[in-house]
């Protein structure tokens, strides 16, 4: 016989813990959690890389210091969770060429405000609605160097050429994790007050690991019947279904009867960004390491070649690592070919920057979201000016299957914050429609 909960929550990531959270609060505690892989926190992952806790997928808490406090800011002060500021401006006077000379200041100065002057203008195109411009490349952003600040501007999210709310209402401020529990230490504490959690593991019989669900039915009457890859059967009142929205536009999850027409538009509207961090280990380190050095780039004719790096030093002291941040088109490359080849090209690059002489690295890292089908890509990327329209329609419930996640968040989509806020309001919406429906049965009437 199948086992039936009040509620099913498909994903232990943020925004279902989140909404887990929200339910348990409200008393509403018998609810089941079925996650696909062997553990919580979905794009929330820590490794250990040679003995070096890395963050392979959310790494800062962006959003700090603003008009309005970031929720995970706040969470991270409670858990103690330990962070450092990332002071990016100086990231544009360290850009390298292609034989290993930094741009002079003036000259790499020139370039940023181009590019800071030519985003601001695309998006005065957006908003008053010439969107023949909007869409077609400057021209000016031509030479290695441009592409590289632009790269870094937009690939890599800078407030100054992204007005999103995430820098306008919380803050211009991003801080990086480097926390031997990992940023996912955030989801134990939030687990902490409803499910049992001895010794920072969660043994609770309402968490279910490695359950993928391959199937959704929803039953007029009595509710929704969701069966596992393993052949388990789970029924329920309420289902929240909190995957990525590159698993709802893949074919993982069938819905019985099919996701309405105007659901399935919107969700496949929605660009879905590839973002990688590739690590490499070094016997020791050969990059410059003194104030100010802690981001450096690479300009190379091909846009988001090997373009945004990072050395660990001022997290991890000694750890001798440099993290390559790879988006896209490249990270999808990246993905196909093995760990040697990718190794082989940082290695060419890194020559490039600091000669022939340096070590190579003893080993590599390749975080692989797009090729994950429990994420394929790494976070939803709506436009700047979205169709509000497409995001309530991706939000919004359809009978008795609610949905969740960082992509429903229409303020911080994209987000750890927005993926936690979203599962609160999604745990909410529910709480709301819980009500109605027993209201329905005082009446003796049937719930809608
Ligand atoms: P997820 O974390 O994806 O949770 C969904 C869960 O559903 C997963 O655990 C998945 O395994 C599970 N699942 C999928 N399919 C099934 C199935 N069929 N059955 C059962 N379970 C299923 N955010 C920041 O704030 N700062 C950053 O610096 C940052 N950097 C990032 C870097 C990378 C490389 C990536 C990938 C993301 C980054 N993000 C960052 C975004 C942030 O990680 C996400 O917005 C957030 O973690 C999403 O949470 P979620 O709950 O919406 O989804």
Redesign the pocket.
Known sequence: TPSRSYVII???????ISAAKVLAENGVEDVLI????DRI????RKEDFRGVPVE???????GVGGKESNPIWELAHQSGLRTCFSDYSHARYNIYDRSGKIFPRGVAADSYKRAVDSANQGLMIQQVGDLSKSNQPSSTLMTPIDLAIDFFLHDFEMAEAVPISTFTDLGEREFLVADERGYECLLYKMAQGFLFTPDGKILDSRLKLN????EIVQNSRNGVTVTTEDGCIYEANYLIV???IG?LQSD??SFRPPLPRWKMEAVNMVDVKV???VFLKFPHKFWPCGPNKEFFIYAHERRGYYTFWQHMENAFPGSNILVVTLTNGESMRVEEQTDEETLREAMSVLRDMFGPDIPNATDILV?R?WNNR??RG??SNYPVNPNHQVIRNIKAPVGRIFFT??HTSERFN??????YL?GIDTGKALLEEMRKGMMHCRKCDPPP
């Open positions: 498909i994903g232990a990531g943020v925004s279902g079925l996650e696909a892989s926190g979905g794009r929330m392979l997928g959310a790494g800062w808490i962006v359950k993928v669900v391959k909190s995957v990525s698993v993982l999850i973002y990688t961090k975080p979201w429990f994420q790494s976070y996640g960082e994209g987000y750890v914050h927005g993926g979203a």
